[in-house]
């Protein structure tokens, strides 16, 4: 059975949870590739809301194995928390995640030093969440990290502490001018959450494909965005890890023929949280209005998020990165406030128009937005159950964002519930025989 992998087309936040758990229900196995406690996913199931952060959105369906693959990183406290959470509103998460040993550990130098190096930047800062992440990737890519697995070897646990907090502590003390951290106080605490978390360690890379080999249905499940990317997103303002479709392959240790799909899920506008450029930003009355309207603001850091109108051009290079094959579109209700509505189908910079993302940060920092004007439906289209049900100016606006995007778009959400989604186009997950 092939897999499939959901990403964000935009700079996150686009709604990825409601997307992973309403597809989750045909699906056994939901499989986090990357990232860490920096990314928020907001599942509304009837009246009951779940806001989950390393936990993968499959969680609240019982038939579905919950996957913290290789390319995350973990900050264990975190992790018993948010379980434990789960745990107190009658589900088993405890009995069901499974969690790679290769998956890295934030530990609390990270946490200080991305608190520190975030205060020294200035007026350059990046807007991350202080939550460790960046650090803990470096270590990662340095070679000097310690893994979820390190956490059942005490004598390994000890060891890599004690050499890894020689350098940390340096830092900590003569550039930060920070007290040391304690190896021994620091492997009491972690030792202490390795009891709670030692039913969870798994070979998460052989779950995978001998379920994968049995005929089950996988879906990986990023966070973050594509623009967000560490690699192909508006550097330096990304995070730390790849949440682009390739990304799945390499945090969960999956090779590409085993991908069937590669589902893109994108605000009927755009949205970012943090520093750095946004070409259809708004700052008037209607950027507060869509703000107010579409409750924008951060699951895990509660942040004001900065709001745009939709961007064709964004669209198609998140198409181009992932090879998108359907459109998750979400918060389509939101729009139905505005009389009318404007979709960058281009930039302009310096008497020249890029249809496509530009070749230069410079240009993208400064290129000005080529919208077109569409027209508005002007009412509440929350209650809508199917989608041929729309108002017809609300039908033109997904065609036109589909045109623009060259990705068809399959499931139009119009409200926060699962109930809330529209199908579009008719085509199953789990394909039938």
Known sequence: MPATIIVGAQWGDEGKGKATDLLADTTDLVVRYQGGNNAGHTVIVGDDVFKLHLIPSGILYPHVTPVIADGV??????LIEELEGLEARGLDPFARIKVSGNAHLIMPYHRELDMLIERRLGKAKLGTTKRGIGPAYADKAARVGLRFQDLFDEKILRQKLEAVLVHKNEQLSKIYNRLPMSPDEIAEEYLRYADRLRPLHADTTDLIHTSLEAGKHIILEGAQGTLLDLDHGTYPFVTSSNPVAGGALTGAGVGPRHIDRVIGITKAYVTRVGAG???????????????????EYGTTTGRRRRVGWFDAVLARYAN??????DIFLTKLDVLSEFEALQVATAYRYEGEEYRHFPPHQSIFHHAEPVYEEVPGWGRDISDVEHYDDLPQAARDYVDFLE?????????????PKRSQTLVRRDVPLVPTA
Do not use: A, Y
Request: glycine share 14%; net charge negative.
């Open 277 to 295: 450029p946004f070409p259809t930003e708004l700052f008037d009355e209607v950027g507060e209005r869509m703000t107010d309207v579409g409750g």
């Open 403 to 415: 045109e623009q995007s060259g990705v068809p778009v399959t499931w139009v959400s119009v409200g």
């Open 73 to 78: 990183v973990i900050d264990p406290k975190v």
């Open 320 to 325: 181009r990165v992932n090879g998108l094959t």
